[in-house]
């Protein structure tokens, strides 16, 4: 393991790590992708999270960079109505 997935996985423990949350319209979902030890290493993750889920032809996508410490890493909105 990495240094830099040590301090992730530390973050996440502590509630204080960067997630990239990705919302979509087709499937009704949300992603989260992470930790981050840090919002740049976020950041510059989206852009491949976004391709791989055009890949899959995922549309209305949105994204946020967020500090969070989510219980579920993918979420179907439309199993929960």
Known sequence: ???????ANTLDF???????????TQPRCTYYF???GGVESANLAVSG????????????????VKRCHPARLTIE?????
Not at 14 to 24: D, F, I, K, P, R
Not at 51 to 58: F, I, K, P, Q, T
């Open 1 to 7: 393991m990495k240094i830099d997935e040590i301090c």
């Open 49 to 64: 999270y976004v391709e791989d889920l055009e890949s899959e032809s995922a549309q209305g996508i949105k994204t946020q």
């Open 34 to 36: 992470g930790p981050f």
């Open 77 to 81: 909105h439309d199993l929960e109505d």
């Open 14 to 24: 502590l509630g204080q790590a960067w997630w990239v949350e990705v919302l979509t």
